[in-house]
């Protein structure tokens, strides 16, 4: 066997299994039914890109944050940037929507309503969804806010999630309030 001819065979055994999965993903892209698919969640919803700050007010999901969190965020953000960070914002204000997604996708990936209300409240009862809380992107960030957020009213609430901060007054002459180890342990979340 030539060398050109052994060079094609393995180049078909690589090649081969690759065809076949692209194949199979089409025809179940097709073959799936239009209640299954997926929404498709846009800028407007309040679907951030990588690298927005909390300065970026061209993205609803910055622009659509309550005023005072945001205005605490940004002095905040202001002051933590003499030290080097910069807080993006993976997530601000969400349309219902796009919240209801988030919860469907949670469903599926743990299993049960029960499980994914330990990471993603319904539309009714997220802060999101009413701009009240944002989550911060870099561990920088998120451990600046940790020593320095109480300052600016800026807490943490929940322990499983050390990017979501809520703005909360009463910590701004003292401390932040005590954790909830999770969403479904907030009684917001059980209207």
Not at 45 to 67: E, R
Not at 88 to 102: A, D
Request: aromatic content about 8%.
């Amino acid at each position: 066997m030539s060398q050109t001819a052994a060079v094609r065979i393995r180049i078909r055994r690589i090649l081969r299994p690759v065809a076949v999965g692209l194949v199979a993903g089409i025809t179940n892209l097709v073959r799936r039914p239009a209640s299954s698919v997926e929404l498709v969640s846009t800028k407007a919803d309040g679907v951030l890109p990588d690298g927005v700050t909390v300065f970026d007010d061209s993205y609803p999901g910055v622009a659509n944050l309550d005023p005072d969190l945001l205005r605490a965020l940004r002095e905040a953000a202001t002051d933590a940037a003499a030290d080097g960070i910069t807080f993006y914002v993976n997530s601000g204000w969400r349309s219902p929507e796009y919240q209801n997604e988030l919860l469907r996708e949670a469903i599926a990936k743990y299993g049960s309503a029960a499980k994914a209300a330990r990471w993603v409240a319904t539309a009714d009862t997220s802060p999101h969804v009413s701009g009240q809380a944002a989550d911060i992107g870099s561990f920088d960030a998120t451990a600046w806010l940790s020593k320095n957020g109480a300052k600016y009213g800026l807490c943490q609430i929940y322990r499983n999630e050390p990017w979501h901060y809520e703005l909360r007054r009463e910590a701004i002459d003292g401390r932040c309030p005590a954790m909830y180890a999770n969403p479904s342990r907030d009684p917001r979340m059980r209207r």
